[in-house]
């Protein structure tokens, strides 16, 4: 045991309540003024990795223990000098994120979030304690409450683990990280933002080895799959996938340059970041940090000769203008827009200042996307539907009476759910449509036009998932809104 573990204990749980014993080197041993439950005492063990014993001491005892360990570095510390102040304290940082305990509990939480099928893994400084929590089929989940006394050590693990600069505390960085689990490969964005209680960081997480990119996988409805596969054979146009962050937007223009990647034509991509590798295709990350931007990149790749061409979204008028040239001088363009419905891709696009003309005779489909929860085959049962729920979906109880649910079981940690389904709007601009745009019409005339066109709604689609009994009535209100 080094010296640094021995003070790391009166920080891993509680200043107050805990320490080790004077003995603990030779004989593992923590005293506690009030001992943990017994499923609290097997994660400590876990933690430190040892099989710890527990005393209940007086609370003045502790205290005299907790100084005692406290005094410990107090010489090291008090030592160091103003010059040497920030060099120490990157030291000790670096020192704590070294430490067995730390690297075991990151790495815990990293693992149990990933047997979660998480995407996303977020520490949250509080002031009494650190909450870990992942996202999971779009929702958050809790995973633990630390001691906020481990806050240091544990964003200093994840930073170092991410390259980033352990001792910048009070900028925003951006790193990435290389975890391997097992026989899978992962990528993990890291994003660090300092907060009042210290560091916030999210780690997405992308799974090489788990990327979906078969268009049939998806969940688009027969008759969209159909028009969406008619789109993206056209020579040339810009076809817009548009949703909120997380809608699966990514994966479905991954899984549409995979479907029509035949080796025949030259496709480059511009993304911000590269989330995933595709065999046969150029991908460009954006660095705008030396001028790399979207449309930076964009004007760059119009003269390497491609066929087809992905930009990872469109967020301002240069880069629109440059893709509507690219689609109108015979390329075929792929991006997204943060729109709700597919209608409002072109609205959007009308205030960045395109021109309509140039809108109506460049777009030739724009697709809006969510994902929704799928009910846990393993646990599911039929229920009764409520008034409330018949209500707020607008359907005759008496006709549709009855609605899967999962109960909960283990295979999906209690929730209900497991797994995710897409659920998609395709408009497809037709003569009618091109009409309404040029005339300066509003996204509810543009959708309304879609509509007498045959243009299914998200909610329509998301109506025809719960009566096959995939998704249940509060994933319906949660991810859409009413015709």
């Not at 505390?169 to 009042?196: A, C, E, F, H, N």
């Not at 409805?221 to 159909?226: E, N, Y």
């Amino acid at each position: 045991m080094n010296e640094l573990t021995l003070p790391l204990f009166t920080q891993l749980l509680s200043k107050k309540n805990i320490a080790p014993v004077e003995s603990f080197p030779d004989n593992p041993c923590l005293m506690f003024s009030a001992l943990p439950e017994i499923e609290d005492r097997a994660k400590i063990r876990f933690i430190l990795g040892s099989e710890i014993q527990f005393e209940k001491g007086s609370e003045d005892h502790v205290a005299r223990l907790v100084k005692h360990w406290r005094a410990k570095l107090a010489p090291e510390l008090d030592g160091a000098g103003a010059d040497g102040v920030e060099q120490l304290d990157n030291e000790y940082l670096q020192d704590l994120a070294s430490d067995a305990p730390i690297i075991r509990m990151v790495n815990h939480l990293m693992e149990r979030s990933l047997d979660l099928n998480a995407s996303d893994i977020h520490f949250e400084p509080e002031e009494k304690y650190l909450k870990v929590r992942c996202r999971v089929d779009g929702v958050m989940v809790g995973l633990e409450n630390l001691p906020s006394t481990v806050i240091a050590a544990v964003s200093s693990r994840v930073k170092l683990m991410a390259r980033l600069d352990i001792g910048e505390k009070r900028l925003p960085q951006d790193g990435r990280i290389q975890y391997q689990m097992g026989d899978r490969s992962l990528d993990m964005r890291v994003s660090t933002l300092p907060g009042v209680h210290g560091e916030s960081i999210v780690l997405r997480i992308l799974d090489r080895s788990d990327i979906q990119v078969d268009l049939e996988q998806l969940g688009m409805p027969q008759g969209v799959l159909k028009s969406y596969n008619r789109v993206i054979q056209q020579p040339h146009g810009i076809v817009l996938v548009t949703g909120p962050t997380g809608s699966g937007k990514t994966t479905s223009l991954y899984a549409t340059l995979e479907k029509i990647n035949t080796g025949q034509q030259k496709t480059i991509t511009i993304e911000d970041p590269v989330e995933y590798q595709l065999e046969g295709i150029t991908q460009i990350h954006v660095n705008s940090k030396i001028g790399l931007s979207f449309a930076a990149g964009l004007r760059s790749i119009v003269r390497q000769d491609p066929d087809i061409i992905m930009v990872g979204e469109i967020r301002d008028r240069e880069t629109a203008e440059i893709a509507i040239e690219s689609a109108l001088t015979g390329h075929l363009v792929f991006s997204t827009l943060h729109t709700n419905d597919s209608a409002g891709a072109i609205t959007r696009l009308q205030d960045m200042g395109i021109d309509s003309y140039l809108i109506s005779s460049s777009i030739i489909s724009a697709m809006a996307q969510r994902l929704v929860r799928k009910i846990c085959v393993h646990c599911a049962d039929f229920e009764l539907i409520t008034d409330e729920e018949a209500d707020l979906l607008e359907i005759d109880p008496m006709q549709f009476s009855e609605i899967r649910r999962g109960i909960g079981c283990e295979r999906c940690a209690n929730t209900g759910y497991r797994g995710r389904l897409g659920l998609y709007e395709l408009l497809v601009i037709s003569d009618g449509i091109r009409h309404v745009i040029g005339a300066g019409g509003d996204a509810s005339a543009i959708r309304n036009q879609g509509v007498k066109e045959g243009l299914r709604t998200l909610r329509k689609d998301a109506m025809e998932k719960l009566f096959q009994g995939v998704t249940t009535p509060e994933e319906i209100v949660r991810v859409t809104k009413a015709n």
